[in-house]
């Protein structure tokens, strides 16, 4: 069941997100994928982005991507690939205190990197600054670049978005 | 109000040329409709309506609401959101049916 | 302009995969669109697309529509643009106005593909300059460059009113809400996400009660309703804006076919009046076929398949049946069912399991 909050206001609520969690002991392995998409639609391109089939839709193509984070190296190709842009890789392992998250960002002007921007989580509410450790736009990401920032450890379960400082 | 640098798309614009709104001179780009063009330099009242006399402005874009009729060059019930600018073409708003140019 | 045996009227994804999928078995159509620039509705679009490799998923709305007429340019097809089909007579004669000058064609297969227009909703103040269809805030945002206004209101949360309110924000306006009048969001739940992590409020069971401005709009009042879409007293909102984007769905554009006499059914799932076609898209009149959103408002993605259905139906008309066209034919038909088999497609399953059985 897909919470009310997700379903009338587009947040994807605590009760959401289990599902698209990685477990601890992977976590801890690296970076890898988390997919939030909860809902049944036509769409698989995550399936055919990735190249270690870490993400399958299946045959039928309106069921919900199914991850094996095992197999996910945290390569990032499939979060530009995502129509949806509901695709994040997240890092615990960036520092003592700080983990990593790397988004799609399709707006202008882009930060660059070392820049501090205002981390905000999926209702767009400020929580925290953030500094971009890396950002990439290349012709592999297809006008959809990839932002990554420095959050504090245990954020990375909220921050989705972001905000530049003017 | 045009959009400088777009994160997705390059507009590819035509020559810079200039025609009048009532009687003053806008810029605009070839190729571009009348509607847009004014949209462009801030005007959105196209023309009043037959009965009331109120302002209106375009809505479909596609020349299938008849909300954008202008004046151009004398001629009355243009559709201003298709039909393209050119250079010195004479722009008007419309006063309710339009009124047939007498020189 | 040449005369031709099918004729195509309309260069959107439907028409443009009929085109290439009859000329795969040796026809040579030729395509009509009233616009400069062929592709549809595909043409405004900016977001990568749903669907799957196939239908061209996770490319761009308008690069699909780039790649399409590039495949179309290397076969023998030809596209008149500018060219609107404005009449069809008795005897099987389409009027196609073009340059202000009327060409009857006469083919023996017509295709019509003439998409969708968008509806309108009215409330006081709707007629102000600054109330604009969302195809209307596209074409002017993504052809043009031009931005609508500074500061939006968007009625509607259908995939329409998502996808347009996450291009105005890139196109630098600030989109002050999306207002639903039903309990729940109606386009696809990651549009509205995206959306929701900009700070973008999605307000559904709310509605507008009207524009405020004198000679253009310079806000809105909206309110929270209930379940019987009565306002809830007290819960109006003044929002300052000067432009209301209306996304409350399309309708089919169907002249053409009633003009051609096709039988036609009021199918609400569908969007409105469709004319009955069967399995391979041809109506109640032999030789006139349709597809796409005239025929029932979806996708491009399932478009693309109706229309490459048509093309094939057209040869099938024009030069008899064949092993291998049956067998194109089934794979089509399997992957259009495909698409339609989620949540999404049950809406146009059920209109068209209606329509099939509408058949007088
Ligand atoms: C904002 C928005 C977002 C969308 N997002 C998606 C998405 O993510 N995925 C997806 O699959 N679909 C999406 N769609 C839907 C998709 O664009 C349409 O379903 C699809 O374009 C329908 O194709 P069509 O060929 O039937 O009609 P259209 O694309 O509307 O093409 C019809 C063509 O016919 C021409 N025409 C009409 N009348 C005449 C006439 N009398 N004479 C000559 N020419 C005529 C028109 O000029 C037009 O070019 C979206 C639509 C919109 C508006
Ligand atoms: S991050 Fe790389 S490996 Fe992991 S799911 Fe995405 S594409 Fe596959
Ligand atoms: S590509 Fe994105 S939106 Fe599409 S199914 Fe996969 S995760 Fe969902
Ligand atoms: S704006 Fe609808 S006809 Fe011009």
Redesign the pocket.
Known sequence: MLSDKLTSCGIADHSDIPASWPSEERLKKGPVVVVECFQEIPCNPCETSCPRQAIVVGENINDLPKVDHAKCNGCTICVSRC?GLAIFVIDVNYSETESLVTMPYEFLPLPEKGDTVSALDRAGKECCRAKVVKVVNTKAQGKTPLVTLTIPRGMEKSIRFFKLIP | MRIGKHPILDFKKGTKIEFFFEGQPVEGFLGEPIAAALHAAGIKVLRHSVKLDRPRGFFCAVGKCSSCLMEVDGVPNVFSCITPIRPGMQVRRQKGRGRIAVN | MTNTNFLI???????LMAALSSSEFGLDPLI????QTI????I??T?M???SKAERAGTR?FEIGMELEQEIGKRNIKIERQ????GYYPDGTLAVLQNEKVTPLKPKAVLV????SENFVSFPGSDLPGVYG??AV?TLMNVYGIKPGRSVLMVGSG??GL??SYQLMQAGVQVKAIIEGLPKIGGYLVHASKIARAGVPILTRHTILKALGGDQVSGAVISKIDDKWQTIEGTQQTLEVDTICLAVGLSP?TE?LWQAGCQMNYIPELGGQVAWHDDLMMTTMPGIFT????TG?????T?MLE?ELAGLGAVKFLKGDSKALQSRINDTACRLAALRAGPFGQKAREGKCKLAECRR
């Open positions: 129509p | 009227i309309g260069g959107g994804p439907a028409g009509i669109d009233e616009n592709g549809g509705q595909l405004k679009q977001h697309f749903f669907g709305g060219a609107s089909a404005v593909a003439t998409g969708a969302a195809g596209q995939n329409i996808i347009v554009l053409i597809a796409g959103d005239v408002i979806e996708e491009a993605s478009a229309g």
